[in-house]
């Protein structure tokens, strides 16, 4: 499968505690995008990597939340001393620079703060 | 403020047209309209986009209207693998948003 991966598909942590999830876009890709999604909520958007550079981060990117894309390939999303509120699922997707509309996304991490 | 605004649920028949609507009356002019689509537990899927011409693939159709203010996703003979959370959204691609979407069920 050459699709986009995430893992861990589910994790359940306590408050307070830090959690880091893993992105493997698709391999020619070179844009990727983090999105957080809320039960009954659209995905929203929260940062995006071309490259290994990180280009646009949303407001709801709060200081406990922290992107890498350190080669160029995979990504992590770490965030720091979780909250209630964090609970939701993490999407990642990527796609072609020049073809931005068209994005792949994978099925996510579901994220339960205890 | 959402964007974008579309019924909560539609369902259809089987083998017929499926016709969602999308009101955005405040798209600016070189905003493009984008619809995604998200079957349970997967991520979203990527429908069709358009400026302002109408356009099709192998998935759909996308009418938008000559003031741009709204527009129609067509799935011209709808399946029962076509049930699925329908998104309309406009903007930066860069930083797509999607609202709560329109809930499709297909029904045999």
């Known amino acids: 499968d050459t699709g986009v991966s995430q893992d861990p598909r589910h994790k359940i942590t306590k408050r307070g505690q830090n959690v880091t999830f893993r992105c493997d876009p698709i391999s020619e890709h070179n844009r990727l995008y983090w999105y957080r999604q809320t039960l009954g909520q659209g995905p929203e958007f929260l940062t995006y990597f071309q490259n290994e550079a990180q280009l646009e981060k949303s407001r709801l990117l709060s200081d406990r939340f922290s992107a890498e894309r350190p080669k160029g390939s995979f990504s992590t999303l770490e965030i720091q001393r979780t909250e209630q509120g964090d609970s939701a699922m993490y999407l990642c997707?990527?796609?072609?620079?020049?073809?931005?509309?068209?994005?792949?996304f994978g099925p996510g991490t579901r994220l339960t703060v205890t | 403020d959402a964007k974008t605004t579309q019924p909560p649920s539609m369902d259809c028949a089987e083998g017929r047209a499926a016709n969602l609507p999308c009101n955005h009356s405040t798209i600016s002019g070189n905003e493009y309209v984008y619809w995604y689509r998200q079957i349970h537990s997967q991520g979203p899927q990527y429908i069709i986009h358009g400026l302002k011409n109408n356009e099709t693939n192998e998935m759909a159709s996308l009418i938008i209207t000559e003031d741009r203010k709204s527009s129609t996703l067509i799935l011209p003979h709808a399946t029962l693998r076509d049930t699925a959370v329908y998104y309309c959204?406009?903007?930066?691609?860069?930083?797509?948003?999607f609202g709560s979407g329109t809930q499709l069920t297909v029904l045999p």
């Open positions: 997707a990527s796609s072609l620079a020049n073809r931005d509309h068209e994005q792949y």
């Open positions: 959204t406009t903007g930066s691609a860069r930083q797509l948003t």
